[in-house]
């Protein structure tokens, strides 16, 4: 690389004689445009984004949508026109559709099924026909999203206000830099150099002043690391260039005797050869003065064997310009001084920039193209011992730019090969560095001279900083402003002297007397390299067959629609209520439509695949919406949601109203009089025997008939494990789950209902002759929160709050009478690091069934019916539903493999039995028989009380806090009462001789409830009395007799 001749000093690589003319075709000279760059040619003049991935574009370039437009539209209207009757405008039918569309498209016939979806996509309301209208509406409302998602995509915010550290410097700081181990590193000008902690911002460790007790002290001018030998650079108003071992302090050599005062100095070196090397400076007299070291270890070497001055090995300059193995330039460039300068190994160039507009940004070579290696070091030698000016670069050597006010600072990107430079005008341009006659794009609105900028490729993204401490984000490819931070945001004091982006961290580095960070505000879960579905949350996910897609909701009231086929995202609308988290969500019958509940008590009816709200539901109360469903009950459709209200409500599901807002029918008698007296959390129906069952946070379930609305049985269960804690009040009786097993139709011997709860343990029911539980189990110590089951009722799917997954093959279970062991187990694993919120069967494509799992962790998951992992929905590679080979199996998601819960599964044994059985309690199938220190974080859902925060593994170690209070004796002490011995007998043994009795509440006897002492009680309310009566002798009576 460094050999004579070397093509990369030798080489011009900037020279715009040659390209003027190919370039008078692409660009207007007259016009030049603040928002918009050209496009230049192809070639080495490439476009300023041409690395920009095509991937996308090719997906969607197969979509119909993509390919109409307005000659097609207008010949579509023709087509619609023409089948318009007496007045009534002009409808096409289905295969009139696909007719005339493949006809105007020149479509294949392989491509109608996608014709035949697009269709059903606008006939959202299933009439058979579509009007021009509702055509140009979905078209307008999908484009319209299009453009709101791409905006939402590029929205960046920071963290406010700024993260402030005092330093131990007590100069100004003349430079902030970042290392390989991304550790900041801060020089001032009295010579203290310190490097800090990025994560903490702690200082590590301090280089002081040396000359601190000396009378006259060194003036330091800039500061640069060299990474690849461990040393930093130190220049000082006494022109000298002091290295120093970045390891110990201690100084290595020194260079003297330079012409002017170094002001800005940078350093490169080669990452392919980390011996080749390139140190520049610009001085006070607008020079650059370079020095290329093809062997760096050796010239430090020769450097520390001159003579000391001061103890320091000290090297002139003319002796560093004389060896055979540095080669010294002193380029005259600008005519004010060198603001700044960098090595930019793409273009073979220095790049520099000054205050002087008509130098205001130089882009050149480092040797001249017409100088051999002789003749250099000749007339250097000459030079420096003459003191003579520097020599000018020949006009082929370099591109000067013409900058108004000059340039303070400038970025280059290698990826976009642009050029971004910013000034006293208050102005940042963006240049094609082969093109120096006009930029090709003004980004306005700084208010004072830019100081900073930077390119981040991987964000696509521009970073500029002015003097009044204003940060703006701009985008990369359309040059749009994406975010202001001013001074009363971050709240940084004192006068900027140094910026720094760390593009590792995301943040930006800001040093006035102090270090201040400003931190890109990204969610929780966004340090992780785990892909994410969602920014927020995953709330619910439902997969609609009639499109192969898969629609998915989460905290942040967002919804996105994927393809299931390739995991690719398709189309998204945000605030699909407003401020408040999509809840629960539901297909209606024909797959066209998405029902949607929310927290703010509204269900809202969407085409979802344009959002198009295409009605709203009011249930009369703004009480939040646990759960929605849709039933069909002898033809007439309804819409059935729960929640927080306590009631059931129910909306007639029709298409001809043509109201936009729809209220609830009347509540059924029995719900008012007899109905839940607690937070409804889950419905679902069954409709081979038209039955709905609800589950409250008090663990009741009733089960109603849906011709009539009266109650057909009540069931309650006692809590599982009479020797573990179970507090109501904490959420342990809560049911959050209700799956029907309609598969099963019409049987009274079998279990047709299965609940998640209380306690975590699932519970298979059967309904009739007043209820009776067939079987219960936990899948681990700490419970189920989650259930489903597949289509055909034969795979059942439970998650918990540490992201496991166990499928059970329940096709026989429960089918005959009472099972004493749980189902047999298909299969186990891990599926995310957070709660699970979400399950969803996917079954249809193919032969194979699939598993999707959303979680608190921001993701959802793609899984096949043994537990192999296929991807996650928002991840870069694509796979093929069809194609095994393309699946992440067998990988796992990079979140659960390091997370450190994840431990072999010999040591996390499974709990598939209950307590009571015999033969499993040698088997150490506890969690806290294992020790692990878990770290539970604050979950996020539906109802936060709803979910057990199950504590980590106790200690012992010192007292508790128990311990050190106060002990008095009481006067009065009621007299105790001997406990039923109830541990030894089997709850199931008994199920067998005696059914369960329909409990209803008027035959309930309540009793006056004297709470003990010491014991936490909350207001008295029918379901707290009821609870203490359920959890007492008459509770047990009552189910168990």
Known sequence: MFGAPSPLFTISPISTIALDSQLDQYIDDDNVSSHTAPVPPSGRVSSLFSNRSTSASHYKSNRIEDRINLDHMQMLKKHFDAAAVEGVEGRLSMDMFIMVMSQLLNLPDEMQPQLKALFMKIDSGSHGHIAWDAFCTYMQLELTEKEDSYTRAREVCFETPAVTKTT????????????????????????????????????????????????????????AMMTNINRFILSTGDRELQFFEASTFEPYCQISGLESVPLKMSFWHNPRNTEESILMYGDNQGCVNVLVIPNTTLAFRKWKQEAKVDGVPTANIEKVASLADVRYARWEVHKDWVVELKYEDHLRSIISCSNDPSTGIVIGNVVGSTNVESALRENALKRCAQGSSARKRLSADQTVFYVYKGVKTFAYSESYNILVTGGMDRLVRIWNPYVNTKPTALLRGHNGPI?????????????????DKTVKVWDAQDHSQLCTVGMKS????????????????????????????????????SQTEATQTHRDAIHCIRYNPHFKQIVTACNSSMIKVWDIESGQHVFEYNNAHGNSAVTSMIFDSSGRRLVTGGRDGLLRIWNYNNGQCLRTLKKGSNEEVTCVIHVTVSKNKYIVCVGWDRRINVFTDTTESIHHEQQALPHW?????????????????????NHLATSSYDGEIIIWSLVSGHIFCRLKAPPPDPKKAFDPMEGDAAVNTLVFLSARGVTRRAATLVACGPAGYIHFWNIYKGGKVMS????????????????????????????????????????????????????????????????????????CEFLLSGSDDCSVRLWTGKGHYIGTLGQTTRWDIDDPATFAHPRVPRDVLSEPIDIPDKVRQSIDTTPEYKDSKNTKNDLHDVDLDLDYQEQEGTRLRH????????????PAVYHSLPCFELTDVPPSRQAPVIGSLDPLSILDAVEIESVASEDLTLKPFTPKLG???????????????LNGASALKSNYK
């Not at 982006?501 to 990204?522: G, P």
């Not at 189920?784 to 034969?794: E, R």
């Not at 918990?800 to 093959?809: E, I, R, S």
């Not at 979910?947 to 010192?958: S, Y």
Request: glycine share 6%; net charge positive.
């Open 776 to 847: 219960y189990f936990t899948p681990n110590a700490d419970g189920a929160n989650l259930i489903a089951v597949n289509g055909n009722n034969t795979v059942l799917a439970s998650g918990d709050t540490a992201g496991n997954v166990k499928l059970y093959n329940i096709s026989e279970y429960c089918t005959e009478g009472i099972e004493r062991s749980p189902p047999p187990l298909l299969s186990q694993f891990r599926a995310h690091t957070s709660t699970i919120k979400c399950f969803e069967f996917v079954s249809g494509l193919g032969q």
């Open 490 to 525: 971050h709240m940084i004091q004192g006068e900027m002297t140094a910026v720094l982006y760390n593009e590792f961290t995301k943040a930006i580095a800001i040093t006035t007397d102090c270090l201040s960070v400003l931190n890109l505000r990204e969610n929780r879960y």
């Open 168 to 223: 131990p410097h007590r100069d100004t700081l003349h430079r902030v830099c970042v290392l390989p181990d991304h550790s900041y590193v801060t020089a001032s000008q009295d010579g203290v150099v310190a490097f800090w902690n990025p994560a903490t911002l702690q200082v590590k460790r301090t280089r002081p002043n040396p000359d601190a007790n000396k009378p006259k002290q060194k003036w330091i001018t800039d500061f």
């Open 451 to 467: 100081f900073y900028l930077y390119i981040c490729d991987r964000e696509q993204r521009i970073y500029s900083i002015s003097t």
């Open 947 to 958: 979910i057990k925060h199950k504590p980590g593994p106790k200690t012992h170690e010192g």
């Open 1015 to 1029: 014991v936490k009680t909350r207001r008295s309310s029918p379901m707290t009395t009821k609870l203490k009566v």
């Open 669 to 689: 008698v029995d719900d008012e009089r007899r109905g839940h007296t607690e937070d409804i959390l889950a419905v679902t129906a069954n409709s081979a025997t």
